[in-house]
């Protein structure tokens, strides 16, 4: 069946350094993948997504690059802010009239003065 | 225009209870899934509902049952309740089947003692 796994947090980092936070999936046929962030108290809110080998997301300088020859996704940004500090989701959906997502375990990103 | 809405936001059960959470899609959407999030874990699909049938299903006993009205709101039950069903329930809505876009409420936090 379909798999996600992520990076296991939390990930501490001070307020404008370097960001990865590695996923990799496993899926038949051709899933789009997600990052979802859940901040303290919210809801999970979608972040980027790519729907197709190659493709980059990208959002809130937030990117993400699809990489199907090594089944992955990971999530990068440039310069970390206090205010990046959330729980961070990898997904996929698989394609046809699914609309299950299949979530890895979240990675906690704590960032620092 | 008002997202998803779910009641109650927090609900507390003794085991061998049965309890019933609800949820509102967002304005236009007409399907509507539901998952677990474990504390630290990602949330796990449980079903979904289209056109007041259910749809697809995870792996979840049969103690978890939904319905989806003619307006698209849904409920969803748990019989005989376990220490194990303390979780973040979450509800999902998209307009459609198969689609990236699917919008997360806020969650209703079960607690089991």
């Known amino acids: 069946g379909d798999s996600v796994t992520q990076m296991e947090g939390p990930v501490t980092l001070s307020e404008e350094a370097f960001l990865t936070i590695n996923c990799t999936y496993t899926a038949t046929g051709y899933p789009s993948l997600f990052w979802y962030v859940q901040y303290p108290g919210e809801g999970l809110q979608l972040l980027l997504k790519?729907?197709?080998?190659?493709d980059k997301g990208s959002n809130k300088g937030f990117e993400a690059t699809y990489r199907k020859e090594t089944t992955s996704f990971h999530l990068e940004k440039g310069s970390v802010q206090v205010s990046d500090s959330a729980v961070y989701f990898c997904?996929?959906?698989?394609?046809?009239?699914?609309?299950?997502?299949?979530f890895g375990t979240g990675t906690r990103l704590q960032v620092t003065l | 225009d008002a997202g998803v809405t779910q009641s109650p936001t927090h609900l507390i059960k003794t085991r061998g209870q049965q309890v019933t959470l609800r949820c509102s899609p967002k304005?236009?959407?007409?399907?509507v899934s539901w998952y677990q999030q474990a504390l630290g874990q990602g949330p796990q699909f449980i079903f979904q509902y289209y056109e007041e049938e259910e749809r697809q299903r995870g792996n979840f006993p049969d103690r978890f049952s939904g319905h989806q009205f003619p307006n698209y709101s849904s409920e969803l039950n748990v019989n005989a309740l376990l220490l194990g069903d303390s979780a973040l329930y979450l509800c999902v809505s998209s307009l459609g089947l198969g689609r990236d876009e699917q919008f997360f409420g806020p969650g209703t936090r079960l607690t089991v003692l």
């Open positions: 304005s236009g959407h007409d399907t």
């Open positions: 790519a729907t197709k080998a190659d």
């Open positions: 997904a996929l959906r698989n394609t046809g009239t699914a609309s299950k997502l299949t």
